[in-house]
């Protein structure tokens, strides 16, 4: 029994000794960098995949790479990598002149070839890009010498400089490789603030500060991603201290406050919840009463307060954050009596068993959410029981977004926002043009004239002012013929150490609130 | 002979592993959903048609899944588990990143599990009836009891948080250069965890099978011929063995996938968690992998638990010849 119980224990250690073992050789070849200097530790929700612009969105890719333009604190474009661009009289091409002397992170210089080959590469076929849409209007990008660029498009698309943020990646690391499976996505050199050292797979990213970074740039030396998928783990260890930074939730945000070390920063986001509704697939929306109705029976304070936990804000708009909004339109307060009186009027009738009908059809349709997404399934949970109240029959449908697609729904819990340029997310959505066009999402099928022809006017205008005009019109008319039922915003929740200064809590951010890290080369470490 | 034994035991498992490569990739396929809806995740919303139809053709996920599996298999057999989709680097680069923590995690935790059941089964299982023996009922029913997940919230807590002993999260500090007493470190709270999780049915297990064998004839009749209490006490560990070996085989393969959940929660670089992010994103070449890899682990410990019994059990000495 001994000698069995010895040869197993002793088995188990020589096999446990040598897998662990090639393990650590693996990892002994660390960057001795990491520990001097001032380090920042950014807990992140999840591990990126690959970093590499053309690809995807990725959390360090801000830090690594620069594009051509890039967003201040206002969420307008100023140049960056361009020096200054001018814009032809019909808005179809745009010139750009880069700065002379950007270096990447190899030390060579960035040059308009590779200003051409990332536009290039993120329009090819064969890439698996996620950001190609976002491209669509760009017919043609040539450059002119080693220091401008000229990018023609196929119509006046003012979002474009939204677009050219994206970071450029230097041609020279591609030679010949396929970009979906290249090496440098996992090891990637950009010509940002900060440059890649290592990745430790399951654990962390390793940046450190480029010393050739044109820009300004603070005090933090190497700046750590810290891949901490559970929320729980990631408040502890901002207490702890084993991260400087984190995205929470809103439940933590009481507990947190009371630490003396963590600032919880609310920030808010141009990310709205509300109900889509699919014209195509369901009839009864076309009756604007019924949307209406819906809109005044959902009391979306209690929204705020009961889901959200008071971190949001009531929605009216889908510009609401931006610098164009116009609060001047129909904003549905919470009445159901209005909301019964507009049914009563439009003659749907409550029958017995309490749910409204006209003509033979009853005033009932499923709504769809991501189950993977706590907050949209209590909004559609939510929403079903307040229609109820005025005779709506509403079924709610949470299942896996990926076995489902959002034109099939009959209405959808739907999260949209546009926290640059008032076009982003707006044409694309509401204009008919983008019902059936291939990077349009207009999923819900929406017409209305006079939405077109605001967006349309908008899209084509450069003068603020004028523009201005058009998104109140869209504003004004969206709200009187619905093409969702807005619900609300969502606040981000970032706890930040207190050693760290220089963020900003102001900017409002994009979708799961992307963006606080933005100018994260500025932030002082005490 | 007992090479043969092994051999025909290897070659069930290939076996094995064949059908379950049918299976998985089979059902991976009939589950809804597709890479570029995966692809696109949290932006799933912007996801059109014409792009899903792109995207999905260049990861080749349009053909037919009979020519996939075939493909695969080809491709399998040459050691090219293929190019993950998500991550766009080979899939056997991803593995060889993640089993020697997995294995480094489940090892320590098997090895300490072992002991400890052993040594708390043997001596309640011994001592029927005494405080030791219902402590141990007791204690194995509330280990078994206890949620992992919750549990590894409370030490992550009380020793991160609270007393500041150990790291909550990873398999190595930020700066990688902390060595054996760094992993050490890292690996205190999830083994515990994974202990308390399973310890206590280990150890019931041997303690019901010792007391069984110490009440049936065969112990009554050699006491009562005078054997001694020592020679007697081998005999019966020997017999309580055997099931406690198998039942280990059995539940082994369980122990994958419970470390999910503890790898989640403490952040740990192991398969498990790899695999719930493959599942989740259709990234169909690296759930294979994953499935394909976990599936070798299982058989191979099979392998060796039978091997242990076959030395331990003379009686299936004979079924082998």
New interface residues.
Partial sequence: ?KK??SI??T???V??AM??G???Q??AA?N?D??KGK?L?YGAESED??LNPI???AYANALIFRGLMRFDENNTTKPDIAESYTVSDDKLTYDFKLKKGVKFHDDKELKAEDVVFTIKSILD??V?S?I??EFEQVKDVQAVNDYEVKVALKKPFPPLLDKLTIGIVPKHCFDGKDI????F??KPIGAGPFKFV?W?????I?LNKFKDFYGKTGNIDTF?F?????Y??RA??L??G?IDLALLEPSQVAKLDKSDKVKVNKIPTADYRGIMYNFKTKDIFKDVNVRKALSYATDKKGIVDGILLGYGEVAYSPIQLNKYNNPDVEKYEYNLDKANALLDAAGWKKGNDGIREKDGKKLTFSLFA?NNDEVRVKIAEYVAAQGKKVGFDIKVDAR????M???DTEAFV???GSPFDADDNTYSIFQSSQINS????NFGSYIDAKVDESLEKARTTSDENERKQYYAEFQKELAENPAFSMDVYLTALYGVNKRVSGYNDKRVLG??GEGFIWNAEEWNIQ | MISRFIAKRVFQGMVVIFFLSILSFAIINAAPGDPATALYGPLADRLTTEERARINRNYGVDRPVTERYIKWTANMLKGDLGVSYLEGRKVTDILKERIPNTLMLFLNSIILILIFSLILGLKAGFNEGSLWDKFISGLSVIFYSIPSFWLALLFILIFSVQLGFLPSSGNKSISGEGGIIDTAKHLIMPVSVMVIAHVGAYARFIQEKVKEESNSHYVTAARSNGMEERKLMKGIIKNALVPFINYLGITIPGFFGGSVMIETVFSWPGLGMISVKAANSKDYPLLMGTIFITGVMVVLSIIITDILELSINPSLRKQVT
């Avoid at chain 1, 979906?180 to 090496?183: H, L």
């Fill in positions: 029994m069995i119980a197993l224990l088995f188990l250690f096999a446990s897998f662990t090639c393990g650590k693996q990892t660390t001795a990491a520990n380090t530790v995949e690959k690809l995807t969105p076929e064969k698996n996620e190609k849409p979906n499976t290249a090496d996505n996992q290592k430790d797979k399951g654990n962390n390793t750590v810290k891949f901490i998928p559970d729980n783990v502890m260890q207490q702890t084993e991501r896996d977004p990926k076995a697609k959002i034109k739907v999260g949209w291939g990077s349009g999402y979708h799961h």
